[in-house]
């Protein structure tokens, strides 16, 4: 078994909705970003990433790189966890905390857990999503931007 952990922060900027685990979320504004922006899923794929010892998002799906502009993020997951399948390892389960004030993500907690569930292809009782604010504490607290950890166990495959 191998455990990873990924962490991602993006900037709040115009818009009118986030991209979260997949998800569109409305919001009173977007994300500054290459991609799509989507923290939970860049967090996601760092941790898929570190547990299988393969670096980080940066070095695999490069911010400069024009293919990855405007990308669906959900494309990072899925290039990941095929080169984990090609080193015989599978998902176990991943653990996620949304770090923000807004938006909240009530209405959206459980297709956001069923579409990781599907990207990562695990049941979704395999995936747990959470959030929390900092208290109005920091960047986040002054909701200049939006943030969000990600912890995965990889299991060989059987
Ligand atoms: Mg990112």
Request: proline share 4%.
């Amino acid at each position: 078994m191998r455990v990873g952990s990924g962490f991602d922060v993006h900037a709040f900027g115009p818009g009118e909705h986030v991209m979260l685990g997949g998800v569109r979320v409305p919001h009173t504004h977007g994300v500054l970003a290459h991609s799509d922006g989507d923290v939970l899923l860049h967090a996601l794929t760092d941790a898929l990433l570190g547990a299988a010892g393969l670096g980080d998002i940066g070095q695999h799906f490069k911010d400069t790189d024009p293919r990855w502009k405007g990308a669906d993020s959900a494309h990072f997951v899925q290039a990941t966890l095929a080169m984990l399948r090609a080193r015989g390892l599978r998902v176990g389960n991943a653990d996620l905390t949304l770090l923000a004030e807004r938006p909240k993500l009530g209405a959206f907690r459980e297709a956001i857990r069923a579409r990781i569930a599907e990207l990562l292809e695990v049941s979704p009782e395999a995936v747990n999503v959470k959030a929390t604010t900092t208290e109005q504490l920091g960047f986040l607290g002054r909701a200049e931007g939006i943030a969000a950890q990600a912890v995965v166990l990889l299991t060989d495959s059987p």
